[in-house]
């Protein structure tokens, strides 16, 4: 059996972007964000149709300030509450799972697309990716950028700014470029359990 060049893609092999399916699923995608971005901002009704047709993945209630971008749409994932400022990004070319009650700040961006290091495999045009997973009851602070194939622990905080390149435990604070965990955050009694 021959393997679709989406099962590649979420499976964070090579494919090929110009897919005609994968191609299809981008401008469905897009339509969408359009529309969404275009809707008057006091018509909630509209919003909420566009959001439920965009990412049909996530629990309600998710509410997304625009302008939104992505992809596909379909490969994101997330728990109930997300919130989403202004001018967030999601390549999910692989999956992103959200956890419950998480805040993404304005201008965020997750990435799950790459490209081969060496010229010459670029400018084939092959695409890879990793999957991104953000726990639930975090905070990722504005401007922050969480690179492909990362896992953010459960009730983490990451700071404004930060490049997120490698995992993040549970019960964290990590800032910087590369982020590094500053210090453990304390548990307290009535936050989500693993």
């Not at 008057?40 to 009704?45: A, F, N």
């Not at 566009?50 to 997330?78: H, K, M, Q, R, S």
């Not at 304005?106 to 990435?111: A, C, F, N, W």
């Amino acid at each position: 059996m021959t393997m679709t060049e989406r099962r590649k893609m979420l499976q964070g092999e090579p494919y090929d972007p110009g897919d005609p399916e994968l191609v299809d699923g981008r401008r469905r995608a897009k339509t969408l964000c359009h529309q969404l971005n275009a809707t008057d901002y006091g018509d909630r009704s509209a919003r909420r149709e566009a959001l439920a047709e965009l990412l049909p993945n996530c629990a309600a209630p998710v509410w997304v300030e625009p302008p939104f971008f992505c992809d596909y749409g379909v490969n994101i994932t997330a728990g109930e509450r997300l919130y989403m400022n202004h001018n967030c990004v999601i390549l999910d070319v692989c999956r992103v799972s959200i956890g419950a009650n998480v805040m993404l700040g304005p201008s965020v961006q997750i990435y799950t697309a790459m490209h081969a290091m060496d010229a010459v495999e670029r400018r084939e045009g092959i695409e890879f990716g990793g999957p991104v997973k953000i726990g639930a009851d975090c905070w990722i602070g504005g401007g922050a950028v969480i690179c492909p194939g990362v896992s953010i622990g459960d009730r983490c905080v990451i700071g404004a700014g930060t490049v997120v390149t490698k995992d993040i435990p549970d019960d964290s604070f990590a800032a910087g470029n590369p982020a590094r965990v500053v210090r453990t955050l304390e548990r307290r009694e009535g936050s989500a359990s693993p």
